[in-house]
Nanobody, 116 residues
Framework: VQLQAYGGGLVQPGGYLRLSCAASGSIASINIMAWHRQGPGNRREAVAAITTGGTTNYANSVKGRFTISRDDAKNTIDLQMNSLKPEDTAVYYC???????????WGKGTQVTVSS
């Protein structure tokens, strides 16, 4: 499975960005797709996840501001990020987990910078 993320950039506090991730390869083997991030000096952390059934899960720090969605026809997931804060600044990574949880795939990160 190959993952390609798009949509990072520089935005002012309170602004919004939309990240997209396109998946290719053995898509049928994937159950969970997610976004993780790693800010300066921080560990990589899970931000949002969505299953094939549409169940979503969010980190407490982004609940109510971020929305994850998936389009199985296009093999993409999106992360709509609203009300961005400077602490959201990080490299964001697209992630996929296989149905048997034995395999995990990562895309190259995309930088999101929230600054005035």
């Amino acid at each position: 499975v190959q993952l390609q993320a798009y949509g990072g950039g520089l935005v002012q506090p309170g602004g919004y960005l939309r990240l997209s991730c396109a998946a290719s390869g053995s898509i049928a083997s994937i159950n969970i797709m997610a976004w993780h991030r790693q800010g300066p000096g921080n560990r990589r952390e899970a931000v949002a996840a969505i299953t094939t059934g549409g169940t979503t899960n969010y980190a407490n720090s982004v609940k109510g501001r971020f929305t994850i969605s998936r389009d199985d026809a296009k093999n993409t997931i999106d992360l709509q990020m609203n009300s961005l804060k400077p602490e959201d600044t990080a490299v964001y990574y697209c992630n996929a987990v296989s149905r048997d949880y034995n395999d995990q795939y990562w895309g190259k990160g995309t930088q999101v910078t929230v600054s005035s």
